[in-house]
């Protein structure tokens, strides 16, 4: 554990709402820092990602410098350090000094106040997952987002399992087809192993039987029919149950009600479309192809179930 001591002449010493007006004041020698707009002067980006929802990767290089984060920042980011690099972080009103060695990392949850600086060359690969991406997998594990304070302060070994998903991620950089598509996994495997490490989640659940017969053959007709209007009473007999028997054991075997799940494949479907044609089919054409009755009307549904609306997701 390292043991707190005096904040450095660079910081104020009073406690941390102090020192954060003080780093923010506009004689302060540490700039704030938005992710999303800013690049602090003393790192460079070398290579960047795009077109990948909820996340961004970026390589970086540069010198010695120090950033703030006095409303801390606005995405989960993970810092893989490429080269060694010793520093300081600020953080709940305590200071930390850290040293990296080349394949540790550090993990700052969006919105926590905290600073570093940092002596020395820096090449780190950053990262940075929005709020919601990380909301989103939490929600699937049966947890909510709620990080511990010293999660800025903790390390990351060089053997931990977010190192070698990350050089992963850092490969698809330069690849071409496919690689949102891979993002999207390495990304959520990041998160779960981020989750597992620096919060409790709930235990997991036992493995549910397989589905009943009855609800396969429902499933199967809404495939067979994704884009018409299917009633209750059209997948209980294809079911062969009553409808009121139907909808209570299709909801225990599939988490989701008929009508539900049935908007949910269509959805995926239209998630199928937009990779396979991209922006060579409008946005009306992939409705009317997976049911839904207008371009808005797949919006809504695209946003709710996915987490990003269909423009969004082709970005």
Do not use: C
Not at 213 to 228: D, I
């Amino acid at each position: 554990m390292v043991r707190d001591r005096a904040a450095p002449a660079w910081l104020d010493p009073e406690p941390v709402r102090a020192m954060i007006r003080a780093m923010h004041a506009p004689t302060s020698p540490v700039p704030p820092v938005d992710l999303e707009s800013y690049v602090p002067a003393a790192i460079t980006v070398v290579r960047r990602s795009s077109g990948w929802p909820g996340m961004f990767l970026q390589e970086r290089r540069g010198d010695s410098g120090a950033v703030n984060y006095p409303a801390g920042i606005r995405q989960h980011v993970v810092y893989l350090w490429l080269t060694p690099l010793a520093g300081e972080i600020i953080a709940a009103g305590a200071t930390h000094p850290v040293r990296y060695a080349a394949g540790e990392a550090r993990f700052t949850p969006a919105g926590q106040p905290m600073a570093f600086r940092w002596s020395g060359k820096v090449h780190v690969l950053m990262l940075g997952m929005e709020p919601w991406f990380f909301e989103r997998v939490a929600a699937e594990l049966g947890a909510q987002v709620a990080l511990p304070n010293r999660t800025s302060t903790a390390k990351l070994p060089a053997d931990h399992p977010v190192m070698s998903l990350l050089r992963q991620l850092a490969g698809e950089l330069d690849a071409t087809s496919g690689s949102a598509l891979m993002a999207d996994g390495l990304g959520r495997a990041i998160a779960v192993q981020l989750l597992r490490r620096f919060q409790s989640l709930p235990a997991a659940k036992t493995i549910p039987p397989a589905p009943p017969t009855a609800v396969l053959r429902a499933v199967a007709l809404m495939r067979q029919r994704l884009a018409e209007p299917l009633s209750l009473d059209d997948l209980a007999a294809a079911a062969g149950l009553s409808p009121f028997h139907f909808a209570r054991q299709f909801k225990v075997a599939t988490g989701h009600p008929p009508h539900e799940y049935h908007v949910r494949l269509r959805v995926d479907r239209a998630q199928e479309l937009l990779r396979q044609h991209g922006r060579a089919w409008t946005m009306a054409a992939v409705a009317q192809e997976v049911g839904f009755s207008d371009q808005s009307h797949l919006a809504r549904h695209f946003k709710r179930v996915v987490g990003v609306t269909p423009r969004e997701f082709l970005a």
